[in-house]
């Protein structure tokens, strides 16, 4: 009932933090970690931009846009384990950087409240 784009929005930066961390983690030789690099340069249209700055940057994208958080469709932390379970079997997880955790997914959703 909440709108794709809306949620979408509100789960980017999170969904950014989560991948950079398990990148370096599990995968730190990935040519998305500089992928990465590329896009917040774009972004920040700084060139003295990292992967590290794009999460930042989006969170005050997504303020200065007043995209709200999942709360603010009804989503509380009851809600967490099954939208953690629908989001890992969606089909969009397969272009996703790098495989994530059931853990990973839930802690998304959670900062993302």
Do not use: Q
Not at 9 to 38: G, M
Not at 49 to 73: F, M, P, R, T, V
Request: net charge negative; charged share 25%; proline share 6%.
């Amino acid at each position: 009932s909440a709108p794709h784009g809306a949620l979408c929005a509100a789960l980017l930066p999170k969904v950014v933090a989560v991948n950079l961390r398990a990148l370096r983690e599990r995968d730190p030789e990935s040519e998305v970690l500089a992928r990465y690099d590329i896009v917040a340069r774009i972004l920040t249209d700084d060139p003295r931009s990292l992967a590290d700055d794009l999460g930042g940057w989006l969170e005050e994208l997504a303020g200065d846009l007043g995209i709200a958080g999942l709360a603010a469709y009804g989503v509380t932390s009851r809600h967490i384990p099954e939208l953690a379970e629908k989001a890992a079997r969606a089909s969009s997880m397969k272009g996703n950087p790098i495989e994530l955790t059931p853990e990973e997914i839930a802690s998304i959703v959670e900062s993302a409240l």
